[in-house]
């Protein structure tokens, strides 16, 4: 008579609980920048003259980037790709705490998203410091969720071989060293954007991000 007890599944791949999570939360913050920053483009189009609540004062504003051609790259406004780009960690995050397995084709498409996304987050930084003066705080809450993605999902593709046995020992440092990074990166944006500050408003009080 056949067996049918259930039989353990020793196949189940390990969960990368801090991965994930980290995924999820990352992905629902820049998400929810996104959204509200649409909101107030929504805003922005009935009413031009409106005071958004994140318009704190001359520096400390959402309203001049909205309203900038630089918030429209694409011929819409720049939010809407946040708000289907965030999507991705989210959904990868969710997976992986299913156990889901993806494959090295999805690791190298998912890193290369999160490349591009910072690639733009860094030219969106330089605009927003140097040519517009402004630091939009929902921006900045892009930014800050962006940084720390790149750095994590590399660190993993790397560590993981993904990029080929060669490669490991150099994501297996770069994992420790992570947070380490990704707080020097954020002072390089506090230290730049204080000096811009003070070039583009030198009357004004100096401002942290």
Request: proline letters at 7%; a neutral charge; hydrophobic letters at 55%.
């Amino acid at each position: 008579m056949p067996d049918n007890r259930l039989v353990p599944d020793t196949e189940t791949p390990r969960r990368p609980l801090a991965l994930a999570i980290f995924l999820i939360i990352a992905g629902a913050l820049g998400w929810w920048a996104a959204f509200a920053l649409t909101v107030d483009k929504f805003i922005l189009l009935e009413n031009p003259q409106a005071d958004l609540d994140c318009n704190f004062s001359l520096i400390v504003q959402c309203g001049e980037n909205l309203s900038s051609w630089q918030g429209a790259v694409f011929g819409f406004p720049n939010p809407l790709l946040g708000l289907g780009g965030f999507v991705a960690p989210i959904a990868v995050g969710v997976a992986l705490l299913a156990r889901a397995r993806f494959d090295r084709w999805f690791w190298i498409a998912f890193h290369a998203g999160i490349v591009g996304a910072l690639a733009f987050v860094i030219w969106l930084i330089s605009q927003s410091i140097y040519v517009l003066g402004t630091l939009c705080p929902w921006c900045m809450l892009v930014w800050s969720v962006t940084i720390p993605l790149f750095w994590v999902v590399t660190a993993r593709n790397l560590a993981e071989g993904v990029y080929g046995a060669a490669a490991v020992p150099a994501g297996r440092f770069l994992t420790s060293w992570t947070i380490p990074i990704v707080i020097v990166c954020y002072a390089v944006i506090v230290f730049l954007g204080a000096a811009a500050t003070r070039h583009h408003h030198p009357h004004s009080p100096s401002v942290a991000l």
